[in-house]
């Protein structure tokens, strides 16, 4: 095991471990029902593929997260540490 996998690891089985919660989820962005989705790239909420659809042709969104985005480091947890290890 490397040191980043076993802390994330630990973190995942400790009963102490802060739970971090998705912002609750409200209307969708191009139809105002119910959002079951959030867009990795920007953040937009939708509710299903036509959603989708229609927010990457208006937007001109990619749908992608950048890995690369600069993050602070009261925004850095665990999956964080996880994902910027994959990348690298």
């Not at 400790?14 to 989705?37: F, N």
Request: charged share 25%; proline share 5%.
């Amino acid at each position: 095991w490397s040191p980043v996998l076993h802390l994330w690891a630990r973190s995942r089985t400790s009963p102490a471990r802060k739970r971090t919660s998705c912002p609750t989820m409200t209307a969708c962005h191009a139809c105002s029902s119910e959002a079951k989705y959030r867009c990795p790239g920007c953040g937009i909420q939708s509710c299903s593929l036509a959603c989708v659809k229609k927010h990457k042709e208006a937007t001109q969104c990619s749908g992608k997260r950048d890995v690369t985005a600069f993050r602070a480091i009261g925004e850095f947890d665990d999956a964080s540490v996880v994902s910027d290890y994959h990348f690298l």
